[in-house]
């Protein structure tokens, strides 16, 4: 599943080559987007990576997130077996305080 659209004027481009992602993730995608833009005003793009490495009982899922905003890009990586969406998550916390720090 690749998709691109424009949400509140932040291009979203999500890539998710050999991922069936559950319904529902794009929703939580706009969360997490508004969730960031309370730390700054200035996102030009976010780009968000899913993918699945290994196969069986020794999966493991992969989440990438680049923020695009002036200046330097803020990304973060989650790498595990938990859900989409707390990974999805945890990626959001991590770059909104890789925001924080460089204020």
């Keep these: 599943m690749n998709y691109t659209e424009n949400y509140n ?4 481009d999500v890539q998710a080559p050999q991922v069936d992602l559950p319904e529902g993730l ?14 700054t005003d200035n996102i030009n ?10 196969k069986g009982k ?5 989440i990438g997130m680049r923020v695009g905003v002036p200046g ?3 990304y ?3 790498k ?3 859900r989409w969406n ?16 460089d204020k």
């Design 45 to 54: 793009a976010v780009d968000i990576y899913f993918n699945i490495s290994g």
């Design 26 to 39: 794009q929703a939580q995608i706009r969360k997490s987007i508004d969730k960031i833009s309370r730390f």
């Design 86 to 101: 707390t990974m999805l998550r945890s990626v959001t916390d991590k770059n909104i305080r890789m925001l924080q720090k």
């Design 80 to 82: 595990g077996k938990e």
């Design 72 to 74: 330097p890009d803020v």
């Design 58 to 62: 020794t999966a493991e899922r992969i």
């Design 9 to 12: 004027g932040i291009k979203i």
């Design 76 to 78: 973060s990586e989650e």
